[in-house]
């Protein structure tokens, strides 16, 4: 690289304008992260220690759930526990006793809130010695409302799954340090992606990066506990989601990993170059990629003449909000600011860059991030700049829309299949749904009027 490059690339990076704020942070428990680890980790079962708070919310939070047996349970702590008169370590034994009997997990994760973490809980001194008197493994993920957004709870567990040691041997070294070459794959070092995704996703970036010649070494969360990848030193990892930094350090310093820095896969173009991104570090040039992108472009050109020079705001909830902005600028929107209740520059810097060279392309200046935003002044621009949509949390949408605006819960991000290739089409049915719903207003309330004249 040039001195002169050097530098253009600096100032280029300098535009970004990021502010903070004071706010609270809006945003739903990290406890919720149980809603869809308990499904993805299908061997596991999830135990939440605290208040009949927490019970509350996970109650109505996922009770429309019930029915489906889920894998999670409630352990409320009574006054006797905060008074630290009973003894913990008999009553967690009873309790997991009880949830090995009856649903036969392979893991149980104990999931700690704000009063564990304010009563100083030793959840870590107990797991250790009660998994070896019970013969099972347990897990502790402190996934409390001390984090800055609900989905960091997921990366609390895959944090905690990260620091567990190899359960199987390695059958000999040059499995450890090489992928075996063969037809379809070329030789590389062990590549493991983390972050939760349904399997259909996971089957879907898996075969994406089958076609370049590269093999996933594992994913983590795998489906089941006893499947989670082998991790050695010197293995290549990859995240899936903007949202999982202690994941990421965890793998690095801990299980002395090497992280890919790549853009996420969330559209056509963040997957392109999440792919073309792992292929460089293998030393593979990718194919057909640029012809993917295109169709994929192509297939979504309805959608995209709806939203084309519509203009968007985001409030702030999940840490996804960098990632769909990017998307949805190149797709043809205008984004007013990107609310974010959380920055982590590092782990997102690839993110960062592709929002950069995207507002490039399209001619439109870099949109202002806030990190940790005050929504009294959010709800002040928001009237001034008059967004054709604002993503915004469960709290603030029913308010936002008495006044006139177009809201989308940020949370259904969060759980619809948003990643790779073929699922971008999924982010614009979301994001055009009150457009489209709008529209079709616009037309009853016009026939009616005709009706009368």
Same mark, same amino acid.
């Given at each position: 690289?040039?001195?002169?490059?050097?530098?253009?690339?600096?100032?280029?990076?300098?535009?970004?304008?990021?502010?903070?704020?004071?706010?609270?942070?809006?945003?739903?428990?990290?406890?919720?992260?149980?809603?869809?680890?308990?499904?993805?980790?299908?061997?596991?079962?999830?135990?939440?220690?605290?208040?009949?708070?927490?019970?509350?919310?996970?109650?109505?939070?996922?009770?429309?759930?019930?029915?489906?047996?889920?894998?999670?349970?409630?352990?409320?702590? &009574?006054?006797?526990?905060?008074?630290?008169?009973?003894?913990?370590?008999?009553?967690?034994?009873?309790?997991?006793?009880?949830?090995?009997?009856?649903?036969?997990?392979?893991?149980?994760?104990?999931?700690?809130?704000?009063?564990?973490?304010?009563?100083?809980?030793?959840?870590?001194?107990?797991?250790?010695?009660?998994?070896?008197?019970?013969?099972?493994?347990?897990?502790?993920?402190?996934?409390?409302?001390?984090?800055?957004?609900?989905?960091?709870?997921?990366?609390?567990?895959?944090?905690?799954?990260?620091?567990?040691?190899?359960?199987?041997?390695?059958?000999?070294?040059?499995?450890?340090?090489?992928?075996?070459?063969?037809?379809?794959?070329?030789?590389?070092?062990?590549?493991?992606?983390?972050?939760?995704?349904?399997?259909?996703?996971?089957?879907?970036?898996?075969? &994406?990066?089958?076609?370049?010649?590269?093999?996933?070494?594992?994913?983590?969360?795998?489906?089941?506990?006893? &499947?989670?990848?082998?991790?050695?030193?010197?293995?290549?990892?990859?995240?899936?989601?903007?949202?999982?930094?202690?994941?990421?350090?965890?793998?690095m310093r801990r299980r002395k990993c090497k992280l890919i820095g790549a853009p996420f896969p969330i559209g056509p173009d963040g997957t392109r170059a999440w792919i073309t991104k792992i292929c460089t570090v293998f030393n593979i040039q990718?194919?057909?990629?640029?012809?993917?992108?295109?169709?994929?472009?192509?297939?979504?050109?309805?959608?995209?003449?709806?939203?084309?020079?519509?203009s968007v705001f985001f409030m702030g909830d999940n840490l996804l909000e960098i990632s769909l902005a990017r998307f949805l600028i190149r797709a043809g929107m205008i984004v007013f600011e990107i609310g974010i209740p959380y920055m982590d520059?590092?782990?997102?810097?690839?993110?960062?860059?592709?929002?950069?060279?995207?507002?490039?392309?399209?001619?439109?200046?870099?949109?202002?991030?806030?990190?940790?935003?005050?929504?009294?002044?959010?709800?002040?621009?928001?009237?001034?700049?008059?967004?054709?949509?604002?993503?915004?949390?469960?709290?603030?949408?029913?308010?936002?829309?008495?006044?006139?605006?177009?809201?989308?819960?940020?949370?259904?991000?969060?759980?619809?299949?948003?990643?790779?290739?073929?699922?971008?089409?999924?982010?614009?049915?979301?994001?055009?749904?009150?457009?489209?719903?709008?529209?079709?207003?616009?037309?009853?309330?016009?026939?009616?009027?005709?009706?009368?004249?």
């Amino acid at each position: 690289m040039t001195i002169k490059q050097d530098i253009n690339d600096k100032n280029l990076k300098e535009q970004i304008n990021f502010e903070c704020e004071t706010g609270n942070y809006h945003t739903f428990c990290p406890i919720s992260c149980v809603a869809w680890l308990y499904q993805k980790i299908e061997d596991s079962f999830f135990l939440v220690i605290g208040t009949k708070t927490c019970g509350y919310f996970l109650q109505n939070a996922l009770g429309v759930m019930i029915f489906a047996e889920p894998r999670y349970a409630m352990a409320e702590l &009574e006054e006797g526990d905060i008074s630290a008169q009973l003894n913990d370590y008999e009553e967690l034994k009873r309790l997991c006793l009880q949830i090995k009997r009856d649903r036969n997990p392979s893991v149980i994760f104990w999931i700690g809130t704000c009063t564990t973490e304010i009563i100083k809980m030793d959840l870590e001194g107990i797991a250790p010695k009660l998994e070896a008197e019970i013969s099972l493994p347990i897990v502790v993920a402190r996934a409390n409302g001390l984090d800055y957004a609900f989905t960091q709870g997921e990366d609390t567990v895959l944090a905690a799954l990260a620091q567990r040691p190899n359960v199987k041997q390695i059958k000999s070294l040059q499995e450890k340090k090489t992928v075996p070459n063969n037809q379809d794959y070329v030789e590389h070092v062990p590549l493991i992606l983390f972050g939760s995704i349904p399997d259909p996703v996971v089957n879907q970036l898996t075969l &994406e990066l089958k076609k370049q010649g590269i093999r996933v070494f594992g994913w983590l969360p795998s489906k089941r506990y006893t &499947e989670l990848p082998q991790i050695y030193e010197g293995n290549y990892v990859c995240g899936v989601n903007p949202y999982l930094s202690r994941t990421a350090t965890t793998l690095m310093r801990r299980r002395k990993c090497k992280l890919i820095g790549a853009p996420f896969p969330i559209g056509p173009d963040g997957t392109r170059a999440w792919i073309t991104k792992i292929c460089t570090v293998f030393n593979i040039q990718p194919q057909g990629l640029e012809e993917r992108e295109i169709e994929i472009w192509k297939k979504m050109k309805n959608y995209l003449n709806l939203i084309n020079g519509k203009s968007v705001f985001f409030m702030g909830d999940n840490l996804l909000e960098i990632s769909l902005a990017r998307f949805l600028i190149r797709a043809g929107m205008i984004v007013f600011e990107i609310g974010i209740p959380y920055m982590d520059k590092r782990y997102q810097g690839a993110e960062l860059d592709l929002l950069q060279k995207t507002c490039k392309i399209k001619n439109l200046p870099l949109p202002i991030i806030i990190e940790k935003p005050d929504n009294y002044n959010q709800v002040d621009r928001i009237r001034d700049m008059k967004p054709d949509l604002v993503i915004t949390g469960m709290a603030h949408a029913n308010p936002l829309e008495a006044r006139g605006i177009n809201t989308k819960w940020s949370v259904e991000f969060t759980f619809a299949q948003i990643h790779g290739f073929t699922n971008a089409i999924e982010i614009l049915e979301l994001v055009t749904r009150p457009l489209r719903r709008n529209q079709k207003l616009e037309k009853i309330g016009s026939q009616q009027y005709t009706d009368r004249r």
